[in-house]
């Protein structure tokens, strides 16, 4: 049999890495990530189409904290991220763009938001194409099942579920039995939003018409919209120059409406034309649209805790962005906290 991992570690988002960082800075040698996608990051993704680099997910970060500051610093020194636009914009319900108040640098990766997330992840042990399926007690350990192309069984003396919490209550209820019934209840009650984003490119004119009518608008909320909740200019993140390309992400209340992969079609389309009634009339002639169904995107009520654990019969962890928060920040603050636990 193969000797125990020191800790296995569920999920490649910010949250898993940043976990994963500090504990090897601590010292701790024995620790694997498993990741179900084939790339690092969750919402700190990217994608590869139509000849440039999307961000589907986070489309920008700003720090708030004195830690994530000193992250972004770093990232800042790598040349991973650069201010992006210090101004957001708001369009009201009556058709009035404003721009917000809260005047401060929004910094993006211009290659792609997953840098980030690569860029944290080097020297890490992460094994993808790895769905956890299963965990159970095994004496002092825990016995995780791993789906991949065959199933294979971990044994850990600690598991970290760096996961949306809906998802780890899925894997823990048929323990319930045994797990103590604050800890579940508490991870039940962290409930997400749904949201849509859908990633749309367009013509060097179409660029030029928007940029002629909302000079220097890189990032609009959309307030009290029943469809859209955001806009934002992806393409303008690029250094190279590169097709035109808009992402609008959806409200939760709209995206709750079309719950199936197999209902982007017809979503996209309703969110292409309320863009055309809220912004400008192309919004419904793209070149091409790319949907994208994030289940959980936002958690409605975030736990207040830094995190959730037991430690009987071996320890455990749940943590993620849903504690304390609703952002990338958050999952940062919350891998350090679960870190800083085991460490001591």
């Given amino acids: 049999m193969t000797t125990p991992l020191e800790i296995a570690i569920v999920g490649a988002g910010m949250a898993g890495i940043a976990c994963a960082k500090q504990l090897q800075a601590a010292g701790y040698t024995g620790i694997a990530i498993f990741e179900k996608s084939r790339g690092v990051g969750g919402r700190l993704t990217t994608r590869r ?4 680099c999307v961000d589907r997910g986070t489309c920008y970060i700003s720090p708030k904290g004195v830690q994530f ?15 992006w636009t210090d101004t957001t914009h708001t369009l009201t319900a009556d058709g009035k763009l404003l721009a917000d108040s809260d005047i401060y640098p ?3 990766a211009p290659n792609g938001m997953n840098q980030i997330a690569k860029y944290l992840a080097k020297d890490l042990d992460i094994r993808f194409g790895q769905r956890a399926i299963a965990i159970v007690p095994d004496g002092k350990l825990w016995r995780l099942t791993i789906s991949g192309s065959e199933p294979i069984e971990i044994l ?5 579920f760096a996961i949306p919490a809906p998802q780890a209550v899925d894997l823990l209820t048929p323990l319930a039995d045994i797990l103590p019934v604050e800890f579940l209840a508490n991870l039940r009650g962290v409930d997400f939003y749904g ?7 367009y013509t060097q004119s179409q660029l030029a018409a928007w940029e002629a009518t909302y000079p220097q608008v890189k990032s609009v909320t ?13 393409s303008s993140k690029r250094h190279q120059p590169a097709p035109p ?9 709209f995206a709750a409406k079309y719950p199936n992969p197999e209902d982007l079609a017809v979503a996209s389309l309703a969110m292409l034309e309320r863009a055309s009634e809220r912004f400008l009339p192309w919004f419904r002639e793209c070149e091409w649209q790319q949907p994208h169904l994030w ?6 009520s975030p736990d207040l805790n830094a995190f959730l654990a037991i430690d009987r019969p071996a320890p455990l962890f749940c943590m993620g962005d849903w504690c304390r928060g609703r952002k990338v920040e958050d999952a940062f603050l919350a891998g350090l906290a679960v870190a800083r636990s085991i460490v001591g």
Avoid at 49 to 52: E, I, L
Avoid at 156 to 160: F, K, L, P, W
Avoid at 195 to 201: E, F, K, L, T, V
């Fill in 195 to 201: 949201s849509i984003a859908i990633a749309a490119g």
């Fill in 156 to 160: 850990a003396h600690q598991v970290i």
């Fill in 222 to 234: 959309c307030s009290d919209d029943p469809i859209l909740g955001w806009l934002g200019v992806d």
């Fill in 106 to 108: 929004r910094y993006v």
């Fill in 69 to 83: 500051r000193a992250l972004c610093d770093r990232l800042i020194a790598a040349n991973i991220i650069e201010s």
């Fill in 245 to 253: 390309v808009f992402v609008l992400q959806s409200t939760a209340d």
């Fill in 49 to 52: 189409m139509f000849d440039t």
């Fill in 295 to 300: 289940r959980y995107a936002f958690p409605k």
